[in-house]
């Protein structure tokens, strides 16, 4: 069962009123419930920009083609208004990016608890939700330390700790290894891999890294806006999530 589904999927960018970059120009692309999916390009080859309508983060244009369509386990939210797209992003998806996108003034607990907050959970039950995020991903000990007093692969391990937090189906991640050494890096993608099959989370790597799309099941590439090869899947994956909701899909 394909978990997000794409269809005419355009951007383009206007830097300037007569330069502009057509960043992606009618993709389509399926991804099933439970696979670990690397998307791979050069540089301006439209992943990232994939990665942000698929984790609606950006809408996709709806002019100068066919209708786009985007299906999140089913249902159709290519055309959901931002306040849409925010609700379900905080209760069904989990980013994590290069730069790790901590606040520097708050410990690793409360940048994790941000996460929540975004989703409308507070207090105890916050709390309880990031310390176990947090141990999850083997800092429970560091939950009281700032991001200046961890190692770069401590604090990425602490946004992937905010994007477990509210347990998403989608875990949607920008070149997560990109600022890491390869030790760090093979800890993050054991990470991963770990999630995606004890409890059947749907994972989304964008990256350059060969290393990591070969961690994956699937590697999908791009080139020019347009996918070039949507990989061999290698099977139904084991820890896939059989039945999902319809989307909750907020007014």
């Known amino acids: 069962m ?7 999927l355009r951007k383009t960018y206007r830097l300037s009123r007569r330069n502009t970059v057509e960043a992606l120009k009618g993709v389509e692309i399926s991804i099933e419930a439970g696979e670990m999916v690397a998307i791979m390009g050069p540089s301006g080859s439209g992943k990232s920009t994939l990665m942000h309508i698929l984790g609606l983060l950006h809408a996709p244009d709806p002019n100068h083609g066919p209708a786009p369509e985007l299906y999140l386990a089913g249902q159709n939210v290519a055309s959901l208004s931002d306040n849409a797209r925010t609700k379900i992003r905080a209760r069904r998806m989990g980013f994590v990016f290069q730069d790790f996108n901590l606040i520097p003034t708050l410990t690793a607990l409360e940048n994790v608890l941000l996460a929540c907050d975004y989703a409308g959970i507070r ?6 939700a990031g310390l176990e995020a947090l141990a999850l991903v083997g800092l429970a000990e560091r939950a009281d330390h700032k991001p200046s007093e961890l190692s770069g692969g401590e604090q990425q391990r602490v946004a992937i700790a905010r994007a477990l937090v509210n347990k998403p189906e989608i875990i949607l991640a920008d070149e997560p290894t990109g600022n890491l050494d390869s030790d760090r890096s093979a800890e993050v993608l054991a990470l991963f891999r770990e999630f995606n099959r004890e409890h059947g989370q749907t994972i989304v790597l964008v990256t350059h890294d060969a290393e990591v799309g070969e ?5 999908i590439r791009m080139r020019d806006g347009r996918i070039r090869d949507n990989g061999q899947r290698v099977a139904t994956p084991a820890a896939a999530v059989t039945a999902l909701p319809a989307v909750a899909v907020p007014a």
């Not at 394909?2 to 005419?8: M, P, Q, T, V, Y």
């Not at 961690?215 to 590697?219: E, I, K």
């Open 2 to 8: 394909a978990i997000l589904e794409g269809r005419n």
């Open 215 to 219: 961690a994956c099941d699937r590697v």
């Open 123 to 128: 207090g105890k039950q916050a709390k309880q």
